[in-house]
């Protein structure tokens, strides 16, 4: 799982693995499409929220599945989409955008991240966690999944590759369901209704 290099990601193209990856990818397809139908039922302006929470709850629900949860090379095609949806991402960003920042929005967001990792420094300290586990545990809260072999790798510690996993994926998890509670709790707050 450590191997961030292309030849973790031969294994998606192999024959003799095909059917398995195949299967993961089906399940996949399939929690999405549920999502989708699901936030149709819903009103449009709740249309994205119910998409993510439906893909999150239907996700972590199917990974409970045993027969599931042991497909072969899930883990390299989860992977292998996050990466092809980060380039996408980042192929797409408009470059205008640092011509008319918004210095107050990009001050909360350096104050909320720097703010962050000073008290889970601090938490870290009183709980006497080690350095390592501390790095990558907040490069996992900020930068996600595919960049946490890559820390590993530049550490030189492999113990702390699955408590940098398990932090970025039950990251994902939590953030998904407490920034829509955030953001709703945010609106009503400020009288701009549920």
């Known amino acids: 799982m450590a191997d961030e290099s292309a030849n973790s990601y031969k294994v998606l193209a192999s024959l003799k693995s095909l059917p398995q990856t195949s299967q993961s990818l089906l399940f ?4 999405v499409g549920l999502a989708l139908g699901l936030s149709s039922l819903f009103p449009k302006s709740m249309t994205s929220v119910v ?6 709850s239907l996700g972590l629900a199917v990974s409970f599945i045993p027969n599931i949860r042991k ?14 949806f980060c380039f996408t991402m980042g192929t797409m960003t408009d470059t ?21 990792l000073f008290v889970q420094a601090i938490a870290c300290k009183l709980m006497k966690i080690d350095t390592d586990t501390f790095l990558i545990t907040s490069s996992a809260a900020i930068m996600s999944v595919p960049f946490i072999p890559v820390i590993v790798g530049a550490l030189k ?17 939590l953030g998904n369901y407490l920034g ?8 009503y707050v400020l009288g701009l209704g549920g």
């Not at 497909?71 to 092809?84: D, E, K, T």
């Not at 205008?96 to 962050?116: E, P, Q, R």
């Open 51 to 56: 998409t993510i929470i439906s893909i999150t």
């Open 96 to 116: 205008s955008i640092l011509t008319s920042l918004n210095l107050d929005l990009f001050a909360y967001i350096g104050f909320v991240l720097l703010g962050s």
């Open 180 to 187: 829509v509670m955030v953001a709703y709790g945010t609106r």
């Open 71 to 84: 497909l072969a090379n899930s883990f390299q095609l989860g992977m292998y989409l996050i990466l092809v």
């Open 157 to 173: 510690n492999r113990e702390i590759l699955l408590p940098g996993f398990a932090a970025a994926i039950i990251g994902y998890a």
């Open 28 to 31: 996949s397809a399939l929690v």
